[in-house]
Nanobody, 124 residues
Framework: QVQLVESGGGLVQAGGSLRLSCAASGRSFSGSAAYWFRQAPGKEREFVADINWNGMNTFYGDSVKGRFTISRDNAKNTVYLQMNSLKPEDTAVYYC?????????????????WGQGTQVTVSS
């Protein structure tokens, strides 16, 4: 079992930056893949980025590629999402997720563990 708690969301102007954190507890997080998804009002949950257990493999959704960076610190049981050049269309609730399997292009239904989400709002 893995518990996930996101933090770092907030209100930022377009062009600004935020860094989200996802603190994990429970067994075997350091051996798990980690994911970020987001969900805007009225839209489906969208894949943002993922990282394998040791950080050597990452993958990004097309809408964030080149602007967002995922990383992890297994010593701190924490995954990060650095978001730069934010746009109003990045406004959403951002969710951290984890799974024992690394799936580069996952569907949300494939992922076992989820946090409660953190709101990111980008003003124009």
């Amino acid at each position: 079992q893995v518990q996930l708690v996101e933090s770092g969301g907030g209100l930022v102007q377009a062009g600004g930056s935020l860094r989200l954190s996802c603190a994990a507890s429970g067994r075997s997080f350091s051996g798990s893949a980690a994911y970020w998804f987001r969900q805007a009002p009225g839209k489906e949950r969208e894949f943002v980025a993922d990282i394998n257990w040791n950080g050597m493999n990452t993958f990004y959704g097309d809408s964030v590629k080149g602007r967002f960076t995922i990383s992890r610190d297994n010593a701190k049981n924490t995954v990060y999402l650095q978001m730069n050049s934010l746009k109003p269309e990045d406004t959403a609730v951002y969710y951290c997720a984890a799974d024992r399997y690394y799936i580069p292009v996952p569907m949300a239904t494939m992922i076992d563990y989820w946090g409660q989400g953190t709101q990111v709002t980008v003003s124009s």
